[in-house]
């Protein structure tokens, strides 16, 4: 059974920076694709970032030049480098695991971005 577990989740100040993690658990990290979503109060949860199993990475619009995504596959581990930070990028951010159409998420992370 697939566990994934996001910790780096806080509260910052606008422009300020967070690094948010998820350790994956279980088989078959190298040939999944991993993804970070997001889900703000009173809105649908929403794409972030994902990066396949080869390193190729897409991000929503609203992240591009600000967030990154990345991978350790020899810690079975995907990051969320996260910039520039602002108060719509307040959210509860979700890991999220596909492999062969199987989908696992997290529990989620929670980060605050407040002055």
């Known amino acids: 059974q697939v566990q994934l577990v996001e910790s780096g989740g806080g509260s910052v100040q606008p422009g300020g920076s967070l690094r948010l993690s998820c350790a994956a658990s279980g088989s078959d990290f190298l040939i999944s694709i991993m993804a970070w979503y997001r889900q703000a109060p009173g809105k649908q949860r929403e794409l972030v970032a994902v990066?396949?199993?080869?390193?190729?990475?897409r991000y929503a619009d609203s992240v591009k030049g600000r967030f990154t995504i990345s991978r350790d596959n020899a810690k079975n581990t995907v990051y969320l480098q996260m910039n520039s930070l602002r108060p719509d990028d307040t959210a509860v951010y979700y890991c999220?695991?596909?492999?062969?159409?199987?989908?696992?998420w997290g529990k989620g992370t929670a980060v605050t971005v407040s002055s």
């Open positions: 999220n695991r596909n492999i062969r159409g199987v989908v696992s």
């Open positions: 990066i396949t199993s080869g390193s190729i990475t």
